[in-house]
C-alpha cells in the first residue's frame, strides 16, 4: 500500500485516510465545525504556515470535503464551507474529540463542552448500529467482505476465508 496511492485502496478506511488522515486536516475541520471560514481565521487560530494551510485548504476542496466561495473582490479572497460530504465527518470528529475526552484530559477536565440545541443537554457521542440501536463495541462486530472488496489481495482473503471480529 502506497502512501500517495491510498484514494485509490480498495478499503474505506484508507480512502478516508487519504482526505483527513493528517493532524493539519482534522485541525482545520475542528475549526469548521467551530465555525470557522475564513483563511486568516484558520492561520490565527491554528498558528499553521500559509503554505501548509493553503494545502490542506486545497485537498478538502478538491476532495468535496469544503468549498470554496468568493467573500471579497480586491483581493479575491474565499470563505471554506463544510459541504454535505465534509458535515458528515461529524461523528468521526466527535468520536475523537471522546476519545480525547476520556484519554487525554488533564486535571482540569474537558476543554469543550457539548450541548444538544434539541433537549439542552451536554451529552457524549455514542455509536449504534442503524438496525437495532444497541450501542456498538469493536467485540460485538462481525467483518465481512463486501461487493467493493478486491478478490486478489492476500489481506482481503483472510476476512473473505473466516468470519471475523473485530478487536
Known amino acids: 500500500m502506497k502512501w ?3 484514494e485509490e485502496e480498495p478499503c474505506s478506511l484508507a480512502r478516508t485516510v487519504a482526505v483527513i488522515g493528517d493532524r493539519w486536516s ?3 475541520l475542528r475549526e469548521c465545525f467551530l465555525r470557522i471560514r475564513r483563511f486568516d481565521e484558520f492561520q490565527s487560530s491554528l498558528g499553521i504556515t500559509r ?4 494545502d490542506r485548504l486545497k485537498k478538502l476542496v478538491r476532495f468535496g470535503v469544503l468549498r470554496k466561495i468568493p467573500y471579497q473582490e480586491a483581493p479575491k479572497r474565499y470563505e471554506y464551507i463544510l ?3 465534509g458535515l458528515d ?3 468521526i470528529i466527535m468520536s475523537i474529540v471522546h476519545w480525547g475526552n ?4 488533564d486535571s482540569r477536565g474537558r476543554p469543550l463542552l457539548h450541548e444538544h440545541k434539541n433537549c439542552k443537554k451536554m451529552f457524549d457521542p455514542v455509536m449504534v448500529c442503524s438496525e437495532c440501536g444497541e450501542p456498538l463495541t469493536a467485540k460485538a462486530v462481525h467483518v465481512h467482505p ?3 472488496v478486491r478478490r486478489s489481495s492476500p489481506e482481503r482473503a483472510k476476512v473473505s476465508s473466516r468470519d471475523r471480529t473485530s478487536g
Open 4 to 6: 500517495d496511492a491510498l
Open 26 to 28: 482534522l485541525l482545520i
Open 51 to 54: 503554505h501548509l494551510l493553503a
Open 83 to 85: 459541504t454535505q460530504k
Open 89 to 91: 465527518l461529524y461523528p
Open 102 to 105: 476520556i484519554h487525554m484530559v
Open 146 to 148: 463486501g461487493p467493493g
